[in-house]
């Protein structure tokens, strides 16, 4: 047993950690530091760097772009790509429905789709959640009937997180009303083009408009367009779930953000002296330090438990992670509110990019509170606290 | 010991939350107060001067009519169901507590009389970047001059100190930066050479600004009090705004409280309401402990802003800010993961509330600064 | 609204209190402040003190020794009872079996146990939990049939707190078990020397004897013991139970308690200083203080609302009081096992009495770990605090 | 990165799980270890020394095994899981770690052998009571004389002072009470005159004694180490005894969290498995969150136990400290509200690991102690 990693891990971690921070333009990494909305085309500049070295799509099979790394390697890699405040390749393409297409597409769906997928040339959306189908999934009542080679689409997506720069969407339809509901459903790609498609925004509390709804009328998919088999599609949404294992509790992140926040906090003035010499802070923070150090040492088990799996079984230890990273991860954005004081009140109006114009405190201060409000999410989507414990509760202790 | 309100008390509490439901009812009107030039309803505004709101805590001989704590609980509790806009902290609470007990009988007689018909607002321009929570660290200086004095400084979020007709600045007529002595308080026309104003937005809706004052020079009749000794008053007339954030606080978090109960008997997921679920159960049980230990906490702030003893007082009121600040954060996290997805939506009231919540919570300290007060007093006063 | 007392209500406060500090046994008040146990004769001093002055069931009817007393006088008389270190008298006879025999009991009941349940000359235990029927009390097992003029009474006890002192007990039986459980139940007076009866006690993890098991082993019963009507038991139960609202956060008690931490705090040495210098200790030491003064308030709201209802009416406030007071009165325990520190450890051999032969530590230190590990069943007994959580949604909030 | 154990480590820890299950399987068998005359069974000692474990961690050319951190929490997670009563703490993880470091070869020869065979016990006689988890707060004096020292103080709460066969005292020979310079340390027969032992039971069924030093004379052999200098060694045999006190609760924590989930399963109320009901799913679910969070930690304490920077190592170690006595707090009131009532009986065992977390919680600092340790070093130690 030995925590620590070995000569050749470091030397991989180090050359990542390089890249990353050489070849990645800051003004995107800074933007992602402070939690700032990003555009479209920094996610795209982004992600197109990471893969012409190889970097975007690691997971999946080598012969569409994938790497044959160690689990080790694998999570090195995201807590390396969090820890430098890199946009994550956008996950819809590369941990979403590119490993569906890679897995259980036809062989002329991997070569039109995957290519342009893990370069970003193809933006998808996720369509999965419905208005009455949030923690009951596959509840979801969004049709798709069948009409010689086509499938007229019918129904109503909700949460579709950046649909608004979206090419596609992946989505689970209904095919078959007449089983048990999980046993009718279809995976479907859908141009976003097509006629009877409208996206309407969904604006979040912080200000921010990230998801959105998308409304199906009439809304005709070639039948090419099916993934897989007719009526299992929830085999494949489970299996494109499970991809979210590495990754899930963000620690990287929070690692970067907690450093953060321990930065801004050491130069803010708060009476006598700073931020920093208010012991109650400190303890706070010190308590999320310790938390994640604890989190990182679970998700290196959980990590080193795949070793030698099949990397397609969902691991019921993911709902621990999911519970404690985003634990974590808001407290994170509270000790930011924190740290800004009276100057997290201010919300200024933004110019297109989301900025300031001007910053009314701090530069970074009137991002505090939206991030701090904005990660209320995290303990919500991806299957909310509450589904994980009853996960845990049937999953791990039979109850 | 009597928790009975009397039947005056009553009838103004009944009037106030149908008038604030009346303004109120349809949550896209805030929206549209919001966007007035002011950042909130002119009209509001006059409704409330109507019902005698706007001078309700001043003595019937400045022309107000004599309320008490008691009753600026019963109106900033229906203003926080509402989560109304408009300046009562600011004018009523915070200008007016100063106005009442320093201002001069000309000064109370040019001001309170508009205060309460609805025709002038007050600022409190207290606030500095580097003195986080510590009311008496202030930098902003008075010098005396031949015709009066000149200030210079700058303050920070000062709540509707965009819209006020008046400013009511603090600033040092001696002493350094951290002392308690030297601190005296200006009355002010922002429209004075060198005083700059920023509005913005506040994350909860509500209107602030940045002061910036470049040489302002003003008559020596602006000096509200008595020279240097402002700063028992200050912490007395924040104690008293503490107070009305409570009472604002607890209305906001009855109603979200509500909220997310109605909402759980609504939604539906596999197959039924998700209230039948024990665990949301569990959680919606503890946001009714919550709001009541606020509620209680509340009453005792109301109470103990009348203490005689400055030192009793200060102790009490951070207890009251503390709990309900703490139990307004906890229910605040609880009603947003009850709702799920929805309460994130800029369209749906409950993150609104939520944002309401977080702001007030921090609004003249937060709870780690307000514990430290009763920790360094040695716990909570004794009572009589 | 005025939280403040009345002239009246403080002298009345006054003399109570001066009764209380003058009048009960010095040693007594200490056992009862260090959290250590009583001896029987210690309960019987106490009640019979107070009995003589009118203090012991000042809740009874008038006519049979109770006080035509104010709500908020009963809330005072109780605060200062326990700011005393004053032995409540005992809850069995004064609050449970007394007022229901004084209402339901037929005259001759009333006559013959009355006085002498309100001086203490009868020791009443309470009968009511069973190995199987624990929350779910009305499952309840013990059989009573109907022979003659007597009742046969079979099944088991269980938690029968001092029952060890007991010379009687009053049960819940069951005499109908052909029809739902709540309504085949019937409440029955049991003299402890009937043959058939077995007391066995029950060790708890703080080394006390405090609770027992009873079993009856056709136990025959006079038939003119069962109180009030055949199979109404659950009625009588459930008003009992209810006279439980005032004083179930105990709250005179804690703030003695906190007093009490606080003094020794400030006299306990800790590396430079004493305990009462560390600032986390009194940062906890604040919030239980600030957490008790809302919930006196609380407290004294739902007493307010008594005024002029009917008290045998359950008020579901009283699971907040339950809740929130059993979880600060376990932090005051918790917070004597700080202030003692590495003193909280020795459990030296006892005499008799229970007291330390002699003490190794501070002589209050030795108290505090038993006291805080008793104390974990305040939050289970009396209806778990899941229990009161499930009332509060399903009675106030209608969930 | 690894996180396999070896082979012979594996082999070890099942080695000792037999044992521990066949010495503990019946509960009362543990009492009738504690009510022996040293409070626990010799035979069991016998058995330890025979599997090799009390010579463990000393280096081969002192007759040990030459065991590191993962082979002692493989221990002690063990000893936790079966709340073993005997003196494995006191005697090899506290006294071995001081003895084989700072032992002369004359000192090991003499005792490392008849520790690893099991016919000596020793017990670090160290802590006083007004140092609270200071470990450099040593009123007790070391005086020297022609003859050697003569020793003068009293410790507390020496564990398992009471049976140990020799002692290790710390004592000053220079310096004033909170120096951290001047700590001698000095091994110590107890029959020695002048030496007085109060021995008692702890409140989790193990033994400790008060040790009080009148005018006690030792030979200058007694000496174990450099004079004056021992505080940084002892400073690392705590934080490795923190090590393995993080493993010890962590076996108790995983007991007790999978009694209560059988208890779950077997106890019907309403009809039911309470264990159906969705809230004690969600509570039994945080036990399991927060047994995994301290095994995670109970790991990181036995890497950064051997970390080569003291600073760096007493913050790590005090992390784990802090993290793992609180879940063992948590987790130990969760399981005594999920079995209700019968937990809090003597006769059953989850009591008994309560009580025992409990006090492994505050042993050699409690979670305030040593989170205070991690803000005064800012924070965690970055990882290499």
Redesign the interface.
């Known amino acids: 047993m030995d925590l620590r990693y070995t000569p050749d891990e470091i030397a991989f971690r180090d050359d990542l950690r390089k890249f990353f921070r050489s070849e990645i333009p800051l003004p995107i990494r800074r933007k992602v530091s402070e939690g700032r909305a990003l555009a479209r085309d920094d996610y795209v500049t982004s992600q197109r760097i990471l893969h012409a070295k190889g970097l975007a799509t690691p997971n999946w099979p080598v012969q569409w772009g994938g790497q044959d790394w160690t689990p080790v390697q694998r999570y090195i890699y995201v807590e390396e790509l969090q820890a430098a405040a890199v946009p994550q390749p956008l996950g819809f393409n590369v941990n979403m429905v590119g490993p569906v297409i890679a897995t259980f597409g036809s062989e002329a769906q991997k070569q039109r789709f995957l290519p342009s997928t893990a370069n970003l040339d193809i933006w998808w959306a996720q369509g999965f959640?419905e208005p009455?189908a949030?923690?009951?999934l596959a509840?979801l009542k969004t049709t798709a009937r069948r009409e010689g080679e086509e499938f007229i689409v019918n129904g109503q997506k909700?949460?579709t997180t950046l649909g608004q720069y979206a090419d596609w969407i992946f989505c689970l339809v209904r095919t078959d009303s007449t089983v048990k509901k999980q046993a009718g459903i279809s995976f479907i790609l859908i141009d976003m083009k097509t006629p009877g498609i409208t996206l309407r925004p969904?604006?979040?509390?912080d200000?921010g408009h990230e998801v959105n709804e998308v409304f199906f009328d009439e809304v005709r998919v070639p039948a090419e367009n099916l993934v897989g088999e007719l009526n299992k599609g929830w085999d494949y949404a489970k299996f494109l779930l499970s991809n979210e294992r590495i990754g899930i509790a963000r620690i990287g992140m929070t690692k970067e953000r907690l450093a953060r926040v321990k930065r801004l906090a050491q130069e803010t003035?708060?009476?006598?002296g700073m931020?920093w010499d208010?012991p109650?802070?400190r303890r706070r923070l010190a308590w999320s330090e310790i938390e994640l150090k604890a989190l990182e040492i679970t998700q290196m088990r959980v990590v080193a438990a795949q070793r030698g799996k099949a990397s397609d079984k969902p691991d019921p230890s993911s709902s621990i992670l999911k519970i404690k990273g985003s634990e974590i991860q808001q407290a994170s954005t509270q000790l930011l509110?924190?740290v800004a004081?009276?100057?997290?009140?201010?919300?200024?109006?933004r110019d297109e990019e989301g900025l300031n114009l001007p910053s009314?405190?701090p530069d970074w201060a009137d991002a505090a509170?939206?991030l701090?409000?904005?990660y209320?999410?995290v303990?919500?989507?991806g299957g909310?606290?509450?589904i994980q414990?009853n996960i845990i509760a049937k999953a791990f202790l039979g109850l | 010991?009597?928790?009975?309100?009397t039947d005056e008390?009553r009838m103004l509490s009944d009037s106030i939350r149908r008038l604030v439901a009346d303004a109120y009812d349809d949550f896209e009107k805030r929206k549209t107060y919001r966007a007035q030039p002011r950042g909130y309803a002119d009209a509001n505004w006059q409704k409330f001067a109507e019902m005698g709101l706007l001078g309700l805590p001043f003595s019937e001989d400045d022309g107000g009519f004599g309320g008490g704590p008691?009753e600026t609980m019963l109106v900033c509790e229906q203003f926080g169901r509402g989560l109304v806009v408009e300046p009562y902290l600011a004018t009523v609470v915070l200008g007016g507590g100063l106005l009442k007990r320093a201002g001069s009988a000309e000064q109370r007689a040019e001001l309170i009389p508009a205060i309460a018909e609805g025709s002038l607002t007050l600022a409190f321009a207290h606030?500095e970047?580097?003195?986080?929570?510590?009311l008496f660290?202030i930098a902003t200086t008075a010098t005396r001059n031949a015709d009066g004095y000149v200030l210079n400084g700058a303050k920070?979020?000062v709540l509707h100190g965009d819209s006020a007709d008046r400013l009511i600045v603090s600033a040092r007529t001696a002493g350094a930066r951290?002392d308690r002595d030297g601190i005296s308080l200006f009355l002010l026309d922002p429209a004075t050479a060198g005083v700059i104003r920023?509005g913005?937005?506040?994350?909860?809706g509500l209107r602030?600004a940045?002061v910036v004052l470049e040489n302002v020079s003003v008559p020596a009749s602006a000096l509200l009090g008595a020279e240097g000794a402002a700063l028992p008053l200050i912490e007395q007339v924040v104690d008293e705004a503490q107070a009305a954030i409570c009472a604002e606080a607890l209305g906001a978090m009855e109603v979200l409280r509500d909220l997310t109960?109605d909402y759980?008997?609504q939604r539906?997921?596999?197959?039924q309401p998700i209230?039948?679920?024990?665990?949301?159960?569990?959680r919606?049980?503890?946001m009714?402990?919550a709001s009541?230990?606020?509620?209680?906490?509340a009453?005792?702030a109301?109470?103990m802003v009348q203490e005689a003893d400055p030192a009793a007082r200060r102790v009490a009121l951070s207890?009251a800010k503390?709990?309900v600040a703490k139990n307004a954060d906890q229910l605040g996290?609880d009603a947003?993961?009850l709702h799920?997805?929805i309460?994130?939506?800029?369209?749906y009231k409950a993150?609104?509330y939520?944002?309401r919540l977080?702001?007030l919570a921090?609004l003249f300290g937060?709870v780690?600064h307000h514990?430290?007060v009763?920790?360094a007093a040695?716990?909570?006063p004794e009572a009589?």
């Open positions: 959640s009455g949030g923690s009951d509840s909700t949460w969904i604006i979040t509390i200000g003035p708060a009476g006598e931020v208010d109650d802070f509110v924190d004081g009276p100057y997290a009140m201010p919300r200024p109006d009314v405190g509170a939206p701090f409000f904005n209320r999410k303990s919500i989507y909310s606290n509450e414990r | 010991m009597d928790f009975d309100l008390q008691v606030q970047r580097q003195a986080r929570h510590d660290d920070g979020v951290r920023r913005y937005a506040t994350q909860d602030a940045e109960v759980l008997k539906t997921q596999f197959g209230g039948n679920f024990q665990a949301l159960q569990h919606a049980a503890d009714l402990v009541e230990q606020a509620r209680s906490m009453m005792y109301a109470m207890a503390a709990l996290k947003i993961q799920g997805g309460a994130v939506t800029e369209e993150g609104h939520f944002k977080t702001m921090g937060d780690d514990l430290r009763v920790v040695g716990g909570l009589a």
